[in-house]
C-alpha cells in the first residue's frame, strides 16, 4: 500500500510538470563588454598569456594610465582618510589593493620606454615599494605618528614614479 501510495505521488508530480518554452537572450553586448572571458581562459587555441589576460591588459596603456591616476588619487584621498580615522584594518586593505594594480600598471608603462628611461622609473618603484612597506608596517602596528609620516613618504614617492613616467 504505501509504495502504490509512492508511486501515485511520483506519477502526480511527473504530470503536473510540464514542458516550458526556452527562453533565448541575446548576449552581444555583454560578450563586447569582456563579460566572456572565463571562455577565453579555457580556449587552448590562445596563448597563456592572452588566456591570463595580461596580453590584453597590456597593450591598452591609456587604460594603465587611467588606473594609475585613479590608485593615485585613492591613495591620496581614501587612503588618507583611513590613516586619521586610525581605520588600519580598511587602510591595509585598500593599500594593499592599490598597490596591486600599480605594481602592474607601472610595469606595463615602463617596458614602453627607452632603456635608460625604465631604469630610472624602475629605481623609483622600488622607493616607492619601499615606502609602502614602511606604511603598512606602520599601520600594522598601530602606530598613528608613524603611519602618517609614512604615507606623506609613501605619496611623494608615488608622484615621483608617475613624473617618470610621464
Request: proline share 1%.
Amino acid at each position: 500500500r504505501a509504495v502504490l501510495g509512492g508511486f501515485l505521488a511520483g506519477v502526480a508530480a511527473l504530470t503536473a510538470s510540464s514542458a516550458q518554452a526556452m527562453d533565448l537572450i541575446d548576449d552581444r553586448k555583454a560578450k563586447q563588454n569582456g563579460f566572456d572571458i572565463i571562455y577565453e581562459a579555457r580556449d587552448l587555441d590562445l596563448t597563456q598569456a592572452e588566456r591570463d589576460g595580461m596580453a590584453q591588459i597590456r597593450q591598452n596603456l591609456e587604460a594603465a594610465k587611467s588606473r594609475i591616476a585613479e590608485s593615485e588619487k585613492r591613495v591620496d584621498s581614501v587612503l588618507e582618510s583611513y590613516v586619521s580615522k586610525a581605520y588600519w584594518t580598511e587602510g591595509r586593505n585598500e593599500l594593499r589593493r592599490q598597490v596591486g594594480t600599480l605594481r602592474f600598471d607601472i610595469n606595463a608603462l615602463a617596458d614602453t620606454l627607452p632603456k635608460a628611461a625604465k631604469k630610472d622609473v624602475l629605481a623609483a618603484k622600488a622607493e616607492f615599494l619601499a615606502a609602502v612597506d614602511k606604511l603598512d608596517f606602520a599601520m600594522r602596528k598601530k602606530n598613528q605618528a608613524d603611519a602618517t609620516a609614512a604615507l606623506e613618504k609613501t605619496k611623494a614617492a608615488l608622484d615621483n614614479v608617475i613624473a617618470k613616467l610621464a
